[in-house]
T-cell receptor
């Protein structure tokens, strides 16, 4: 399978701070998604971003497919941003998504 | 946009009972759906691939008699955890592939199962 590594594993931020989460993957992919798992366990899709840059409010993501990494930017963090952020990738062939190990984010007031 | 509804969001059951989790694509047809499991403090791992009208394909190490999958229609797949035990407590999540879009994979919001 594809190895997906995320960094940092844990992150504590003061409310209002900015952060960058990274996802490295070991093989060529044609699908990459970022998810936020809230403290209640629900998985929320943030971005479908196999390449390029997208923005949605305070969040933006960039994937450089040729260098096999993706970045998730969180600006002006809020306590509701707390939770675990996962990236997941899929190869050109096959249906399986490979999830990263996650970044656990805690935003304190 | 494509929406996948997963029900229930959380469930508590007694040891020895069976629990059924539904994964429904609301506005698209999905010949293929997927079931993932997340152990505490860990990432999500694929359990099985569910194909409409045929038997599911299970990943290595997943007991097919313990985790029964039924994909009887193009919009519904169910996962039944049979004779549940505390070690089956976990977060289960489904994903559906939109038949209209090659890269259209949508995830449900997950089900947290606690077996007591």
């Amino acid at each position: 399978g594809i190895q997906v590594e995320q960094s940092p594993p844990d992150l504590i931020l003061q409310e209002g701070a900015n952060s960058t989460l990274r996802c490295n993957f070991s093989d060529s992919v044609n699908n990459l998604q970022w998810f936020h798992q809230n403290p209640w366990g629900q998985l929320i899709n943030l971005f479908y971003i196999p390449s390029g840059t997208k923005q949605n409010g305070r969040l933006s993501a960039t994937t450089v497919a040729t260098e096999r990494y993706s970045l998730l930017y969180i600006s002006s963090s809020q306590t509701t941003d707390s939770g675990v952020y996962f990236c997941a990738v899929r190869r050109k062939t096959g249906n399986q998504f490979y999830f990263g190990t996650g970044t656990s984010l805690t935003v304190i007031p | 946009g494509a929406v996948v509804s997963q029900h229930p969001s959380w469930v508590i059951c007694k040891s020895g009972t069976s629990v059924k989790i539904e994964c429904r694509s609301l506005d698209f047809q999905a010949t293929t759906m997927f079931w993932y499991r997340q152990f505490p403090k860990q990432s999500l791992m694929l359990m099985a691939t569910s194909n409409e009208g045929s038997k599911a394909t299970y990943e290595q190490g997943v007991e097919k008699d313990k985790f029964l999958i039924n994909h009887a229609s193009l919009t519904l797949s169910t996962l039944t955890v049979t004779s549940a035990h505390p070690e089956d407590s976990s977060f289960y999540i489904c994903s559906a592939r939109d038949d209209r879009r090659i890269y259209g994979y949508t995830f449900g919001s997950g089900t947290r199962l606690t077996v007591v």
